[in-house]
């Protein structure tokens, strides 16, 4: 244990390292009064906390942090990526083996949406890989059905809004042609919610195939839908030096 983790560490990061959920989400139950220290609710995210501490979380004591792994699922189209929908609709996580620790997803996509989804039982990797300040690109095929306008796809490069959405550079290539559709390959930095659908609806295109076949350094490779597979504990460390040096 390093000096810093010996001298504490925030308590949203804290329950995020134990796999609970984000470390946003803990923030979120925090504010909501389901977090206790000591045997008082806390109030404010704003805590430090040591291992000495006795931490309740949804009046459950706080499990240890377990190592931290990662999975590259192949995701589906028609899974929702949560634990539980409102609607009832089958979820990426009741599809895993149940052998499995509990996983949060890096990210989401959304229910028709297929291709590589990495989830991870360390909330604070998570939120890491999420952020765009991390860099990671996130590499798609799209299938458009409509008129591909060349130079409008490298104008994405520039940026577009939509509906009053700020969307950051775009790269964006034709692949092929097939009758009335089309193949592209796309390129995000960021990945705000429904983004390619979006920028395609803006561009006339209407998407009618999703899949995301890379996230950072992680391919989805020749993985069968359906399957999840561990990334080896070094390759992981090594890929995401940033986060594990913070940590």
């Known amino acids: 244990m390093n000096e810093e983790k010996h001298k504490g560490e925030r308590i949203a ?19 909501q009064g389901r977090v ?11 805590c430090i906390v040591t291992n000495e501490d006795n931490i309740e979380v949804n009046g459950k004591p706080l499990p240890s942090a377990s190592a931290t792994r990662l999975f590259i699922y192949h995701k589906p ?21 149940s052998e499995l620790p509990r996983l949060i997803s890096v990210g989401r996509l959304d229910l028709n949406t ?9 909330g604070g990797l998570s939120r890491y ?11 798609y095929r799209v299938r458009v059905h409509g008129k591909v306008n ?32 089309s193949w592209l ?3 995000l930095r960021e990945g705000k919610n429904r983004e390619i659908r979006r920028v395609m609806e803006a561009l006339k295109l209407k998407v009618n195939r999703l899949i995301r076949i890379s996230y950072g350094s992680f391919d989805l ?3 069968e839908k359906g399957n999840i597979q561990e990334i080896k504990n070094q390759v992981m460390k090594e890929q995401i030096k940033g986060y594990f040096k913070e940590n």
């Open 13 to 31: 990061k804290k329950i995020a390292r134990a796999g609970l959920c984000s470390r946003r989400q803990a923030e979120t139950w925090i504010e």
């Open 36 to 46: 206790k220290i000591n045997g008082n609710i806390l109030k404010t995210p704003a």
């Open 77 to 97: 189209a028609g899974l929702v990526t949560s634990h539980k929908d409102e609607r009832g609709r089958p979820t990426v996580f009741d599809r895993l083996p």
């Open 114 to 122: 297929e291709g590589l989804l990495l989830l991870t039982n360390d």
């Open 129 to 139: 890989l999420e952020l765009p300040s991390t860099g990671w690109k996130r590499r």
């Open 150 to 181: 060349e130079e409008k796809l490298t104008n994405l490069k520039r940026g577009i809004t939509v509906d009053g959405v700020n969307y950051r550079s775009i790269d964006a290539s034709l692949d092929n042609v097939q009758g009335t559709n």
């Open 185 to 187: 390959t796309i390129v």
């Open 221 to 223: 490779g020749k993985l």
